[in-house]
């Protein structure tokens, strides 16, 4: 279930966790429900050699193919930000990456933030961070959501 008011922006931020399912959905959700949409980030982890772990940009990647093949005639810019493997629960690393996205974010613009996939640490810096940027940016419009599978 989707719950949120939903009011029309211009960023999507999408956390990409192991299970793209809810992510991928998300995005094609308001896909289909926003015609304002200009850019979807995707917030992803990599692999690397020091962690065996498996990244999630694979499927950020993935999902990128799949929106450009559903929606071929969206002129929408879909990037990935991605986290190093290692450092994803790490909440200053994360916090890294994402204040980055952010300082890319033109002001008095809108963003909305589903924080359904990624870790629980990249869910919370996310969204503390996005409410943060909001404060400082009160001509922005800033919204969330989170796909509740129950």
């Not at 990249?122 to 400082?136: F, G």
Request: proline share 4%.
């Amino acid at each position: 279930m989707v719950s949120f008011f939903m009011s029309e922006f211009n960023y999507l931020i999408l956390l990409v966790g192991l299970n793209p399912l809810p992510p991928t959905i998300m995005a094609q959700y308001f896909l289909l429900k926003q015609n304002s949409i200009k850019t979807i980030y995707f917030i992803c982890s990599i692999h690397t050699e020091q962690n065996k772990e498996i990244g999630t940009k694979k499927y950020a990647e993935k999902i990128k193919d799949y929106l450009r093949r559903t929606f071929p005639l969206r002129k929408i810019n879909l990037i990935c930000f991605c986290i190093a493997l290692k450092n994803v629960g790490n909440p200053k690393e994360v916090r890294d990456v994402i204040t980055t996205l952010l300082q890319q974010l033109p002001t008095g613009d809108s963003v909305h933030l589903d924080y359904t996939g990624g870790t629980g640490v990249m869910q919370s810096q996310s969204y503390i961070l996005l409410s943060e940027w909001h404060k400082n940016n009160q001509s922005s419009k800033v919204s969330f959501s989170y796909l509740d599978a129950r």
